[in-house]
């Protein structure tokens, strides 16, 4: 009943089969799932979670520090700025001159007393050098246009007549704020400064008619100097010139 040439490939087909159940075994409904490399650390973390929660279900949270008031903590916070800082140094507390600092600060927060105390005494004896050397072009652009028409007159005046400055500039012993303005937008700023010059004004012929070259006076000017609190250019012009006797 059976053709061998169809018996045969039918053995084999068994056989083969039979190899293969042997090899991979019977599908039972309990057999593992394939390795999965990051099975093993998901389950951690998802346990480590769990764990977390069931944790954080017997944890109190303790309320958090209430932050202060937020006028003190704005208060603070100025308080504990650099420039409000050198304010009270310079002026001391509650001084008017504290006052018109901090209300020139609030209106220009680039404002640091300290830094522009540095720039006015690189400014004065840049200003007096000039001066001395007649170097209009200098004077220009450290001087508001009323005072270096005033600087500016004494210097052709002085050439008119022949006559030249000599002069030393020795230091400057002391520069203080002593007081400060801000009217609409423009801040100014007066400082003392008490300095050492030797100066003299000598004639055609070399002659003194004015100051000595062998003696170191002692200078005190009050200049003031001013900026517009809406100008983009951050330097200082100087606006007014005194003399102390």
Aim: glycine fraction near 6%.
């Amino acid at each position: 009943m059976f053709d061998l040439g169809t018996l045969i490939p039918l053995i084999i087909a068994a056989f083969v089969i039979f190899k293969l159940r042997s090899v991979l075994g019977q599908r039972n409904g309990n057999e593992q799932p394939p390795y999965d490399p990051y099975q093993s650390d998901r389950k951690l973390e998802h346990d480590s979670e769990e764990e977390a929660d069931s944790a954080n279900d017997n944890v109190v949270t303790l309320p958090r520090k209430s932050s202060s008031r937020k006028s003190g903590t704005a208060t603070r916070n100025r308080e504990e700025n650099p420039a409000i800082k050198a304010i009270d140094k310079i002026a001391g507390k509650r001084t008017k001159l504290n006052k018109a600092l901090r209300g020139i600060l609030e209106r220009d927060p680039s404002f640091d007393p300290e830094s522009f105390l540095s720039g006015a005494k690189l400014a004065y004896e840049m200003i007096v050098n000039a001066f001395g050397d007649g170097d209009k072009k200098t004077l220009k652009t450290l001087l508001a246009r009323e005072v270096y028409g005033g600087f500016a007159e004494a210097i052709d005046t002085r050439n008119s007549n022949g006559e030249k400055v000599q002069s030393s500039f020795v230091g400057i012993d002391k520069a203080e704020i002593i007081s400060a303005d801000l009217q609409k937008d423009e801040t100014q700023v007066t400082v003392r400064f008490t300095s050492q010059i030797i100066s003299a004004t000598l004639d055609k012929d070399e002659n003194i008619i004015d100051g000595d070259l062998q003696d170191i006076a002692e200078i005190v000017d009050m200049w003031t100097f001013a900026r517009s609190v809406k100008s983009r250019d951050p330097n200082w012009k100087l606006a007014a010139t005194e003399a102390e006797d």
